[in-house]
């Protein structure tokens, strides 16, 4: 069964009405009228005067009614040249996070989303409630640590950046198209968008996997949509169309607008193009001569169709070109646009009515570009039209146009839901010096809010339908940020070393705000820490209560007379992990420190090493008696007290020598170690003998001598 529809493209210029048949799929034009606005109505594609758009509406109403019928109800487009694109980053610090799912990558999309939605609201009241619909938005990039990669699945690192394109549809848009339809007792039947009613005629489902681009030309914009991914990812808008070739001939040929409009259009049909300029002369052109005229500003159109292209398009040429609208007949812009995009010429071109699949159309009606569009929005209407979805959001009633299939986050952002509510608050941080280095600590990760859709849960890419109740539930907050000394300093500070088979951790000195504490002392935020570390064996031994060690390892020395004398022989010998070592060498984790003390030197050894004599001894036999003869040659003092010769001198002593007895041994010596005497009865001569041979008692003696008094009794006297 065929059905009529009725459907008006609200232009800048003019106002097109068009009547359709549907029958099982196929469309047929029935009729098209197109009427021109009597005033500036049309502002950008926004109306600006109800009553006049109305009082237009209104007569293309009446005109085809009287071909057609009654008409109650009407599909209207929002013209592309209405909406705003905005480009915006979001960046964040992931440092000790968890590492990135999808949900926390769509709610950072979200969060860039919104941020592009802030920079289109030109008020800070509007900042309480949006004022656009947001249509679409595709992903420019995301970097980590600012690098630029693929995907942030999966991800760790210490920042994330995203960057989107969105497209919003300021809300007046539509209100003005109701309040225009209204006094022109008409009912919105449904609301398309320009660029996706021409996609959706020109460009199936099936191909829209592809990135491609549709170029709607009129007279004072060009409107663009990008198709990537099997959806509509960007839309854009340029101030530069078919008006900018008209009144480059107009300037150059001296020709009224209308007349220049008229000259343009020949360029499609004629050879040569028949001009009258405004003095009243007329004249006749060849066609090559025309184009030159006008090829700066084909090229100009060009340039401005294909930078924007580009932009929306990720910095990328995209698989092709569509070109629609009464300016994408403009001559030779196929080409400039392809040297622009460097795309080769079978990559770019026009598409008119003709290119619609199952359409027909009366013969009066042109396969014209400028067609394509109206025809688009009445197929559009009956194919896809857009629902008005009404929602709540935390029992907040949301209204939103079903532009697209849409989800918890376009709710979210119709209800002004700040991304940032999506998770609890990171926890205080700490901000401290340790060393002189400034370090922060962040407080604990926020928990993410929860998602509830009809009481199930969800996320924000949950799909969504009129009638849904969306419920936020808030993060928790991340907890402050807490840590002791043991957390912050370094575990390579503490040290497990050995000292003559004791074991001891030396732990690092530690100064908070100047005051020495443990490392378990808890951090305060501003706190100033700083610490020692053992560093060297003399640190061990002074961070072990071992200094009284030290004094063994100086150098052994002592001053004779007032010289110093080095004996490196009595100093201790120092061993780590069984390798010679010094008080200054470093010493790590689990060394092993020995040392071993030799015994202090005696004085006789100390004059042993000075070849000083402290004892003069001998041994002689005397009266059949072995007899050792001792005397000392040399004193010695000791830090000013007389020692011993066995007697231990310490490091660091004075010595003094002093001379004592250097005379030679005489006989009469030997009474003094002997105890022999002359018998008490003893009466006659003696004779002193040395080795043999008389001697007297001053005779000089020496070791090994063979010493004899013998006695001579005298004869008794009868």
């Given at each position: 069964m065929s059905s009529k529809l009725f459907a008006l493209d609200i232009g800048t210029r003019s106002v097109v009405g068009i009547i359709l048949e549907e029958d099982n799929d196929h469309f047929h034009v029935q009729d098209i009228l197109v009427k021109e606005h009597k005033e500036r109505a049309m502002v950008d594609g926004q109306i600006h005067n109800v009553m006049y758009v109305a009082e237009l509406i209104n007569e293309i109403k009446q005109e085809l009614e009287e071909k057609h019928g009654p008409l109650s109800k009407v599909s209207v487009a929002a013209a592309g040249r209405s909406l705003k694109t905005e480009q915006a980053s979001v960046t964040i610090n992931i440092r000790n996070r968890p590492i990135f799912t999808e949900e926390d990558i769509s709610r950072l999309e979200l969060q860039a989303v919104q941020q592009a939605q802030q920079q289109l609201l030109q008020h800070k009241e509007d900042t309480k409630t949006s004022h656009y619909y947001c249509v679409g938005y595709s992903v420019l990039y995301y970097r980590l640590d600012g690098?630029?990669?693929?995907?942030?699945?999966?991800?760790?690192?210490?920042?994330?950046?995203?960057?989107?394109?969105?497209?919003?549809?300021?809300?007046?848009?539509?209100?003005?198209?109701?309040?225009?339809?209204?006094?022109?007792?008409l009912e919105m039947d449904a609301l398309t968008l320009e660029p996706i009613a021409a996609i959706n005629v020109l460009i199936p489902p099936t191909m829209r996997r592809l990135n491609v681009a549709l170029v709607d030309i009129g007279a004072g914009t060009s409107d663009i949509a990008i198709t990537d991914k099997s959806t509509v990812v960007a839309y854009g808008m340029v101030p530069t169309a078919g008006d900018e070739i008209t009144e480059a001939l107009s300037d150059h040929y001296l020709l009224d607008f209308p007349v220049a409009e008229e000259a343009k259009r020949q360029l499609h049909c004629s050879e040569e193009i028949l001009i009258q300029d405004i003095l009243g002369f007329n004249q006749y052109y060849p066609k090559e001569e025309v184009l030159t005229a006008i090829e700066p500003a084909v090229k100009q159109l060009a340039k401005a169709i294909g930078e924007e292209i580009l932009r929306l398009n990720n910095r990328t040429a995209p698989k092709a070109v569509m070109l629609v609208g009464g300016g994408s007949l403009t001559p030779n812009l196929t080409t400039e646009i392809g040297l622009v995009l460097d795309l080769p010429a079978n990559r770019i071109a026009v598409r008119g009515v003709d290119a619609i699949q199952n359409l027909t159309k009366e013969a009066h009606i042109k396969a014209s570009p400028e067609l394509v569009t109206p025809i688009g929005i009445a197929i559009a209407a009956k194919k896809m039209p857009i629902q008005y979805m009404s929602l709540t959001v935390n029992e907040q009633i949301v209204r939103l146009f079903e532009l697209k299939e849409m989800t918890v986050g376009d709710a979210f952002l119709a209800a002004n839901i700040r991304a940032k509510q999506l998770y609890g608050k990171p926890g205080h941080g700490l901000s401290i010096s340790v060393n002189g280095q400034d370090i922060f600590i962040p407080g604990g990760h926020g928990q993410p809010a929860q998602i509830l859709v009809n009481g199930q849960q969800s996320s924000t890419k949950t799909i969504i339908k009129t009638g849904d109740a969306i419920q936020l539930i808030e993060g928790q907050d991340g907890l402050p940020a807490t840590a002791t000394i043991r957390d912050i300093v370094d575990q390579a500070v503490i040290k497990t070393i050995t000292i003559q088979e004791t074991k001891y951790v030396i732990e690092p000195k530690i100064t908070v705000n100047g005051a020495s504490v443990s490392m378990d002392a808890l951090v305060n935020d501003r706190d100033i820490i700083a610490y020692e570390i053992a560093e060297t064996v003399e640190d061990v031994f002074t961070s072990t209560n071992n200094t009284h060690i030290l004094k063994q390892f100086e150098s052994y020395v002592i001053y004779v007379d007032g010289k110093p004398l080095y004996l490196p022989a009595f100093s201790a010998n120092l061993l780590i992990n069984g390798k010679p070592g010094k008080l200054?060498?470093?010493?790590?984790?689990?060394?092993?420190?020995?040392?071993?003390?030799?015994?202090?030197?005696?004085?006789?050894?100390?004059?042993?090493?000075?070849?000083?004599l402290l004892e003069d001894k001998i041994i002689v036999h005397f009266q059949q008696e072995l007899l050792e003869l001792r005397k000392t040659t040399n004193e010695v003092l000791v830090n000013q007290a007389v020692v011993s010769p066995l007697s231990t001198v310490p490091n660091g002593a004075t010595v003094s020598i002093q001379e004592k007895d250097r005379s030679?041994?005489?006989?009469?010596?030997?009474?003094?170690?002997?105890?022999?005497?002359?018998?008490?009865?003893?009466?006659?001569?003696?004779?002193?003998?040395?080795?043999?041979?008389?001697?007297?008692?001053?005779?000089?003696?020496?070791?090994?001598d063979q010493l004899e008094i013998v006695l001579e009794e005298a004869p008794l006297s009868l």
């Open positions: 690098e630029e990669i693929g995907s942030l699945l999966d991800q760790q690192g210490d920042e994330a950046q995203i960057e989107v394109i969105a497209t919003f549809l300021p809300r007046v848009v539509v209100e003005s198209l109701i309040a225009a339809l209204k006094r022109a007792n200054s060498y470093a010493v790590q984790h689990n060394d092993t420190i020995t040392f071993s003390q030799p015994s202090l030197p005696t004085v006789q050894r100390i004059a042993d090493h000075l070849n000083v030679p041994w005489i006989y009469q010596d030997v009474f003094r170690f002997s105890n022999w005497q002359l018998p008490t009865t003893f009466k006659g001569n003696f004779t002193i003998l040395r080795n043999g041979q008389p001697a007297t008692f001053d005779t000089e003696i020496f070791g090994g």
